[in-house]
C-alpha cells in the first residue's frame, strides 16, 4: 500500500502517515520534543502536526501550546505566503495546455472534473497544472469540526501573539517534489480521490495521530514505502536534511517552535535523529491531557499591517500579510493580494484605467454608468449594492456571492482611473473587522511624476518617446487560420490624464496591402466603432518617410483618442493616445507622435532549407506551406523575418507537357501579372548552365512595399522567388543573402520550354488513350503555335477524328480555330481547298470562316464570300465574320454581295452591328452610301433594330 499525502488547500505538506495496525495509548505519546545544546540560550521545540479541521487532531499535549507562547518564532514547512503566492500565480498564470484530456478517458475526465467542482468550484480546464488538481480534489478526510486545520490554527496563535513566521524549506523546491512526475502519475493520483473505498481508513488514521506513537509511525513508514524507496528518499530522507539546516539556523538565533508533518519525525533518518547527531539534545516533553487546548486563548498582539503604495497610481492600502503580485495579461490588470491563512481570508487590490465612455464625465454620471455595467457583467449574485464616498471620490460598494464563494468589493472612481479593493472568500471573513481595516486604509496621493525617455524595440525596428516605464501586452488573434500576434506597448500619464500605445504586427503569410490608404482607413474606422466613437476626421501623414494616415475620433463628452498608422512593407504600425478634448498645454501627444521613427532591422543569420529534393535555399525561418493557394503541380510557401516581417515566397510551378515559348522574352513578358498602380522598375536576365531567368523590381504607387522577384526556368520547372519588401528594403541583408542563396539542381533538363511541342501535341489528339486525348485537347486553345509548324496543323485539320461531327467539341473545330491566330500566305489557299471536305457541322465551317475573317487580306476576304455563296447551311454570324470586327477596308468591297447571302447567317443583328460599326469609320464617298442604302432597305423590311433606322436621316 502506498502512503497518502494529504496536502493543504494551498498546498502545504504537514503530515505523511497512513493506517496503523493496531492501537496504542496515551502513555506512547511523543509528537512534542525539547531541543537543547550548548549553544542555545533557550530550548526550542519540535511538534509533529496533522493538517486536518477534526476535534480529534486538536486533542494534543497540554505542552504544546504553553511551549508555543514560550518561544519568540514559529517556523513550519514552508513559509504561509511563499506557497500561497505560488500556488496564487499557478492559478491565475498557469500553463495553456490542458494536458488531463490526454491521460484521462473521457468518463474518467468528466468524473475528476465534476468532482473537483463539488470539492473547490474550479474545472479542469481552469486548473491545468497537475499538481493544482491533485491539491482541489484531495478528498479532506476526518470531520470539519473548526474553522482552522490543525497547522493554520498553531499559525494563526503564532501570528496574533507576534511571533516571527519562519519556513523552512522553499516553497517551489516542496511542490515539485510533491507533484507527480508522469503521465501515469497523474492519472492516478487523481482516480485515487474518486475512490470511496478510502473513507474506511480516515477514522485510523485519525486514531494512529491521536496517540503519537513515533514507533509505529516509523514502521508503517518503512513497511508501506518499501516497494518504492526512491520515493520514500525524495519524500522525507532529502527534505529531512534541507529541514534539519534550517532548523539549525533558526534555533541559533531564537527560541522557535517547529510545526511539521508528524511523518517527519521518526527513523533513524527522521528530524529527531539528524538533530541528535548535530549534537543538540533532543528529548520528548511530559504530556498531559487536560482539554486546555479547546480553552487556550491567545492575547492578541496589535501588530502593524504592511502599507503597499502603488505610486504610478496614486493610492495605498494596508494589509496583514506582504503582497503576492500576479501581471494577467489577458486581463491587462496587475492584482495584489495579500492572504491569511489563520483566517481563512483574502483582501486583493487592483487599479484599471477608465474606459473612454467614462472618461471626461461627471463624477454622479461616471458611477452611474460604472453601476450599470456591473449589473449586466457581473457574475454570480450581487447584493447590497451602494453608492458611498471615499475620500471624496465616487465608489460603489456591493458583495457577490458565486458558487458559494462570497467576495466584498469597493469600486472607486478616481479619473483616470478606477480602484478595486475586495476581500473574501466567506461572508465571515467579507465582513470582519479586518476587511473594514482594509478598506478604511485606502489612501489618495498625487499621481507620480515619471519622465519622458526614448524606447526602442530593436524587434519592432522603431524608436519613440514614452512616458515612464511602457507595459507590454502580446496578444495573439487568428485571421482566417493564420496566428497573428500582435506587440503592444502602453503607458499613461495619470496627471494629464492621458494615455499612449504603440504597437505592430506583421501581415498573414500571403497578404500584402493593394491600397495602403483604403487599408488605413478602414482599420480607422473598425477602431472607432470598437470604440464607439464619434466624428472621425483623417489626413495624411508621414511617418518616419513613409506615406501614412493620421485620425481622431471622440470618444465621450471630453475625451479625444488620436491615432497614425503606417505600413513598412508588411508590417504594420499604429500610435494610439487619449487625451482630452482640450489639451493641456504639457500634453505629450504631440512629442509621442512626431518621435516615432523608424530604425534598422535587427539582422538575423538565414539558415538553409531544402524546398525539394534538389533544390536548397537560405530563409528567416522554416517554410510554412499554403495548403489553400497551392495544387497538385503549383507549391507554394512562406517565410518571414521575425525582425522586419519581410515575407518571403517561394513558388514552383510545372509546365503542362505542351507549353512553349518563342523566346525567353515573349515568356517573361507575359509572366508578371500587374496591377494598374504597378511598374516594372528594372529587369535582369540570368542565366546559369542548366536554366534561364529574370530578376524583376516591382513598384506601387498605391503601397509602401516593392516586390523584387526572380524567375528559374529548369526544364519543366519553374521557380519563382519573392520577396516583398519595404521602400528602405536597403536596410537589411537578408532579402539580399535569400536571393543570392538559391541553388539550382545541377541535371541538365531533357524538356525545354523554348522547343515546339507541335508533334506531340498533334499526335496526342489522335491517341486512342482518352486521358491523353483529353488533356491535349484541353491545351490546343492555349497551345503557342509557331507559324513553321503550319504545315503540321494542316496536316492534321485533314484527317478525320471520332468526334467530327460534335458542333462545340470536335477536334477538328480546334485546329481551325488555331488558323485565326496563326497563319501565312498558304492558308487561305488551304481552307478553300479543304472547306469543301469538313465534316457538314455549323462549327466546323463556322470556324473556318472565322480563320479567314481573321487574316485581313482581300484574298481572304473575296474566299470567304465565295465559300459563303455556295453554303447551304444555316452559320453563326457572330462567330463566322467576327474577324472583320476592324478590318472596314478589306470587308468594304465585299459587303454588298455578302449581305446579299444574309440568310445563310443565324443572329442575322451582329451583322448589322458590323454594318453600322463600319459606317463610323468609312471615309470613302461611294462606299458610305451603298453602305446606308443597305440599311435603308432593312429598315424599310422591319429587319433593323429601331435605334438603327434614324441612321438615313443623319446621312
Not at 504537514?14 to 506512547?28: E, L
Not at 491600397?515 to 472621425?536: P, Q
Not at 498608422?565 to 487625451?579: E, I, K, P, Q
Request: include cysteine; charged fraction near 25%.
Amino acid at each position: 500500500m502506498n502512503i497518502r499525502l494529504t496536502l493543504l488547500t494551498i498546498g502545504v505538506l504537514t503530515f505523511h502517515v497512513a493506517i496503523a495496525q493496531k492501537r496504542t495509548t496515551k502513555a506512547d505519546y511523543k509528537l512534542l520534543w525539547k531541543i537543547e545544546g550548548e549553544s542555545l540560550s533557550k530550548p526550542s521545540y519540535l511538534f509533529g502536526t496533522m493538517h486536518l479541521y477534526d476535534d480529534r487532531v486538536f486533542d494534543f499535549s497540554d505542552s504544546v501550546l504553553l511551549k508555543l507562547k514560550e518561544c519568540s518564532a514559529f517556523a513550519t514547512e514552508v513559509h504561509p505566503d511563499s506557497i500561497v503566492s505560488i500556488v496564487f500565480k499557478m492559478l491565475l498564470n498557469g500553463s495553456k495546455e490542458n494536458r488531463f484530456r490526454d491521460m484521462l478517458s473521457p468518463r474518467e475526465y468528466e468524473e475528476i472534473d465534476s468532482l473537483i467542482q463539488v470539492r473547490s468550484g474550479y474545472t479542469l480546464e481552469k486548473l491545468r497544472s497537475p499538481l493544482l488538481a491533485r491539491m482541489m480534489i484531495e478528498k479532506k478526510i476526518g470531520k470539519k469540526n473548526k474553522s482552522l486545520f490543525l497547522d493554520a490554527y498553531l499559525y494563526s496563535l503564532a501570528r496574533n501573539s507576534g511571533k516571527k513566521i519562519l519556513g523552512l524549506e522553499n516553497a517551489k523546491d516542496q511542490l515539485e517534489t510533491l507533484a507527480p512526475r508522469t503521465a501515469t502519475a497523474i492519472r492516478e493520483s487523481l482516480l485515487q480521490q474518486t475512490d470511496n473505498s478510502n473513507n474506511k481508513y480516515a477514522e485510523q488514521l485519525i486514531s494512529i495521530y491521536q496517540q503519537g506513537n513515533l514507533e509505529e509511525i516509523d514502521a508503517f513508514l518503512i513497511k508501506s514505502m518499501q516497494s518504492d524507496p526512491t520515493y520514500y528518499k525524495r519524500l522525507l530522507t532529502d527534505r529531512n536534511l534541507i529541514m534539519v539546516e534550517s532548523i539549525e539556523k533558526y534555533i541559533l538565533q531564537s527560541n522557535t517552535f517547529i510545526a511539521v508533518g508528524a511523518g517527519h519525525l521518526p527513523g533513524e533518518q527522521g528530524i529527531i535523529r539528524l538533530l541528535q547527531k548535530k549534537g543538540y539534545k533532543v528529548t520528548p516533553v511530559k504530556s498531559a491531557f487536560t482539554g486546555m487546548a479547546k480553552k487556550f486563548k491567545v492575547e492578541k498582539a496589535e501588530y502593524d499591517w504592511e502599507t503597499y503604495k502603488i505610486e504610478k497610481a496614486g493610492y495605498s492600502v494596508q494589509t496583514p500579510t506582504s503582497l503576492i503580485t500576479v501581471r494577467i495579461d489577458s486581463l491587462n490588470l496587475t492584482l495584489r493580494t495579500s492572504v491569511d491563512i489563520s483566517g481563512p481570508s483574502f483582501y486583493q487590490t487592483t487599479y484599471m484605467m477608465m474606459d473612454e465612455e467614462l472618461k471626461g464625465k461627471e463624477s454622479a454620471v461616471a458611477i452611474e454608468i460604472f453601476e450599470a455595467r456591473l449589473r449586466s457583467r457581473q457574475k454570480g449574485t450581487i447584493e447590497n449594492l451602494k453608492r458611498v464616498q471615499v475620500a471624496g471620490m465616487e465608489a460603489l460598494e456591493f458583495t457577490q456571492n458565486t458558487k458559494g464563494i462570497y467576495f466584498r468589493n469597493l469600486f472607486v472612481l478616481r479619473e483616470p482611473v478606477i480602484y478595486l479593493l475586495q476581500a473574501g472568500p466567506t461572508k465571515d471573513a467579507a465582513f470582519s473587522k479586518d476587511t473594514n481595516r482594509f478598506f478604511s486604509s485606502l489612501r489618495v496621493e498625487d499621481f507620480q511624476g515619471e519622465q519622458w525617455k526614448e524606447f526602442k524595440d530593436e524587434e519592432g525596428a522603431f524608436a519613440i518617446q514614452l512616458y515612464g516605464e511602457p507595459k507590454l501586452k502580446n496578444n495573439s488573434v487568428n485571421y482566417e487560420s493564420f496566428p497573428i500576434l500582435i506587440h503592444a506597448y502602453y503607458t499613461e500619464d495619470m496627471n494629464q490624464r492621458e494615455t499612449f500605445l504603440v504597437r505592430y504586427n506583421d501581415l498573414p503569410p500571403g497578404y500584402t496591402s493593394q491600397n495602403d490608404s483604403v487599408y488605413y482607413t478602414s482599420f480607422a474606422n473598425d477602431l472607432k466603432d470598437s470604440m464607439k466613437g464619434i466624428n472621425i476626421r483623417f489626413s495624411a501623414a508621414n511617418i518616419s518617410g513613409f506615406s501614412g494616415q493620421e485620425f481622431s475620433f471622440e470618444t465621450g463628452a471630453n475625451s479625444l483618442v488620436k491615432g497614425r498608422v503606417v505600413l513598412r512593407g508588411n508590417r504594420f504600425y499604429l500610435l494610439l493616445a487619449s487625451t482630452t478634448r482640450n489639451n493641456s498645454p504639457r500634453s505629450g501627444i504631440n512629442n509621442f507622435f512626431s518621435s516615432f521613427h523608424f530604425t534598422k532591422y535587427k539582422e538575423l543569420k538565414l539558415s538553409e532549407y531544402s524546398l525539394n529534393d534538389n533544390m536548397r535555399i537560405h530563409l528567416p525561418a522554416p517554410f510554412r506551406y499554403d495548403s489553400v493557394l497551392s495544387t497538385e503541380k503549383q507549391r507554394i510557401y512562406y517565410s518571414v523575418d521575425p525582425y522586419s516581417g519581410i515575407q518571403f515566397m517561394v513558388r514552383t510551378d510545372e509546365f503542362a507537357p505542351y507549353d512553349y515559348a518563342e523566346s525567353e522574352k515573349d515568356f517573361f513578358e507575359s509572366h508578371y501579372k500587374l496591377e494598374k498602380t504597378d511598374s516594372i522598375y528594372s529587369r535582369t536576365r540570368l542565366h546559369g548552365k542548366n536554366y534561364f531567368g529574370e530578376e524583376v523590381l516591382i513598384k506601387s504607387t498605391k503601397t509602401n512595399f516593392q516586390t523584387k522577384t526572380q524567375t528559374f526556368i529548369h526544364g519543366k520547372e519553374v521557380i519563382e522567388l519573392n520577396a516583398f519588401l519595404p521602400e528602405d528594403a536597403d536596410l537589411t541583408n537578408v532579402a539580399i543573402d535569400y536571393f543570392k542563396s538559391v541553388k539550382i539542381p545541377e541535371p541538365m533538363p531533357t524538356w525545354n520550354l523554348l522547343s515546339p511541342k507541335t508533334s506531340i501535341l498533334l499526335a496526342d489528339l489522335a491517341s486512342t488513350d482518352s486521358l491523353v486525348n483529353q488533356q491535349a485537347k484541353d491545351e490546343i486553345s492555349s497551345y503557342t503555335l509557331p507559324v513553321s509548324d503550319l504545315p503540321l496543323l494542316y496536316k492534321a485539320i485533314q484527317k478525320n477524328y471520332p468526334d467530327d461531327l460534335n458542333e462545340n467539341t470536335s477536334i477538328k473545330r480546334s485546329l481551325l480555330i488555331k488558323l485565326a491566330a496563326v497563319n501565312d500566305s498558304t492558308t487561305v489557299n488551304f481552307i478553300s481547298n479543304i472547306y469543301p471536305q469538313l465534316p457538314h457541322t455549323t462549327e466546323a465551317h463556322g470556324a473556318a470562316l472565322h480563320a479567314l475573317s481573321s487574316i485581313h487580306t482581300v484574298e481572304a476576304a473575296n474566299t470567304l464570300l465565295n465559300l459563303v455563296k455556295n453554303e447551304d447551311l444555316k452559320l453563326n454570324g457572330y462567330y463566322s465574320l467576327s474577324g472583320f470586327a476592324d478590318s472596314v477596308e478589306l470587308v468594304g468591297p465585299i459587303l454588298p454581295e455578302l449581305f446579299k447571302h444574309q440568310s445563310s447567317f443565324d443572329f442575322k443583328w451582329y451583322m448589322v452591328s458590323l454594318i453600322t460599326s463600319w459606317l463610323e469609320k468609312v471615309e470613302e464617298s461611294d462606299l458610305r452610301q451603298t453602305i446606308i442604302q443597305l440599311l435603308i432597305t432593312e429598315a424599310n423590311k422591319e429587319l433593323v433594330a429601331p435605334q438603327l433606322v434614324d441612321l438615313k436621316h443623319e446621312d
